[in-house]
């Protein structure tokens, strides 16, 4: 990003403060770039990333390093944020990440944390069966991201505002290498391309 495009944005930032609409949950992999992926400028997308993009669940008594659940809590109460997308991607090591065999990474705090997406790995094992293992790799990214949003709701803030529409949960999911961005539509159960939806409009 050119600091001297968005150089008076910055200033205005400053001076009013931060107004985003949008908590744009995200994974850590240097690839995926929020702002540039939905086209935003500074300012639009409050963003919290992590490897896999996964939502622990909520617990009523804190965690002491839990920065997903902290900002997810602080862009609602703090923020009021109006949307909260949860965007997984191809190609994702944590997801990959799933399918080794115990101590194999050998990075036992990223074995602990991507936990959060073996519902995802072994609802894909029991559903798909025998198949080739890039499919199985990209049904799990999909399948986490849902699961995320599951997660996501066991926020009393979170329930608490979806159940009064005053928020909307987004599952996305954004290929790397076309560029393309998929939402996960309910009526359909499945993903299809945003921008079809969009040019609906």
């Not at 995200?26 to 935003?40: A, F, M, N």
Request: charged residues 20%.
């Amino acid at each position: 990003m050119n600091f001297k495009l968005h150089e008076r944005e910055f200033v205005r930032l400053v001076q009013e403060g931060q107004t985003p609409r949008t908590l744009f949950i995200g994974c850590s992999d240097s690839r995926v770039v929020p702002e540039l992926i939905t086209q935003k400028n500074p300012g639009q997308l409050f963003v919290t990333r992590n490897a896999g993009n996964f939502v622990p669940t909520y617990t009523a008594t804190p965690s002491d390093y839990d920065s997903t659940g902290a900002s997810i809590q602080f862009a609602i109460n703090g923020l009021g944020v109006q949307d909260i997308i949860v965007c997984g991607h191809s190609e994702c090591g944590a997801i990959r990440g799933l399918y080794a065999q115990p101590g194999q990474l050998n990075m036992p705090l990223v074995e602990k944390w991507i936990q959060w997406g073996v519902q995802a790995r072994k609802l894909v094992q029991e559903s798909i069966g025998d198949v080739p293992e890039e499919e199985k790799f990209v049904a799990t990214e999909k399948m986490s991201v849902l699961y995320q949003i599951e997660h996501l709701l066991s926020y009393p803030e979170v329930k608490k505002a979806v159940d009064e529409g005053k928020i909307y949960l987004h599952a996305w999911y954004f290929d790397i290498k076309s560029g393309r961005i998929e939402f996960y539509n309910p009526q359909t159960n499945g993903f299809a391309p945003l921008n079809s939806v969009l040019a609906q409009r």
